[in-house]
């Protein structure tokens, strides 16, 4: 312990970082010190700046892409956004797609739901049966058609292209279709992409990327998917 009046030394770049102008303390809310005496600045908001739109992107091999796409169309339309959702594996029923069937009377013309897909492919024994792959071929391309329509029309501040990724990466959809859907949409209209394997070459054009890594799933250990978890 300090006798009462003792002189205690500051570090340096702890005096440094305390003779910043109280301009600057007040535009950050001031600097915080930590435990050693050393000022840090917490970079202030009115730094940052919005964009119009945005391209997010929810890949990885685990649980949880198509649910947060879910999420988001969510708060979309709680911030009043004109909305489409675009599925391009799933054509069975699944809970989000009854959801989403049960609120569309709610938001009338703000809620778009196209579901095209015919199925999982090249996904061995989950693939779809007696489906060709020209069939899947020509689902994946009426499912685009519909998903540039809706990206390029100005008519729809998002949206969310679900399994699109997948798509791309079985060869339904090229990488080169995936690209023009991000650069041509319109100015405003942020675009959600889903699925596994989202091409690396096109990271730059996206503003958010997150990676689902598995840690564990019940699936591995031979447990089947649950209703209301999983689908």
């Not at 305390?18 to 970079?43: E, H, I, L, P």
């Not at 929810?58 to 879910?70: H, Q």
């Not at 897909?117 to 060709?132: C, E, I, M, R, T």
């Not at 859907?181 to 100015?187: D, T």
Request: charged residues 25%; contains cysteine.
């Amino acid at each position: 312990m300090q006798p009462p009046h003792s002189t205690v030394s500051i570090p340096k770049n702890a005096q440094t970082a305390k003779r910043q102008t109280s301009q600057t303390r007040r535009r950050s809310r001031n600097s915080n010190r930590d435990k050693t005496g050393v000022y840090y600045t917490v970079m202030a908001f009115e730094e940052f700046t919005t964009k119009d739109s945005v391209v997010v992107v929810y890949t990885g091999e685990s649980k949880g892409k198509t649910s947060a796409s879910i999420g988001m169309m969510v708060r979309a339309l709680g911030n009043g956004w004109r909305v489409a959702y675009i599925q391009f594996i799933k054509f069975w029923t699944v809970g989000e797609h009854t959801f989403i069937h049960e609120i569309m009377p709610l938001y009338k013309d703000r809620l778009d739901f196209y579901k095209g897909g015919k199925g999982f492919y090249n996904a061995g024994a989950l693939s779809a049966k007696n489906v060709s792959e020209s069939q899947h071929k020509t689902a994946a391309k009426e499912t685009y058609a519909h998903a540039f329509a809706c990206a390029t029309d100005s008519a729809h501040d998002l949206v969310i292209c679900d399994e699109i990724n997948n798509a791309v990466h079985d060869g339904l959809l090229s990488v080169q279709q995936l690209k023009q859907l991000i650069s041509r949409r319109a100015p405003k209209t942020s675009l959600c992409l889903t699925g596994r394997d989202f091409p690396e070459e096109l990271y730059d054009q996206c503003d958010i990327i997150t990676d689902m890594h598995k840690i564990k799933h019940h699936y591995d250990d031979k447990f089947l998917a649950n209703p209301g978890i999983d689908y």
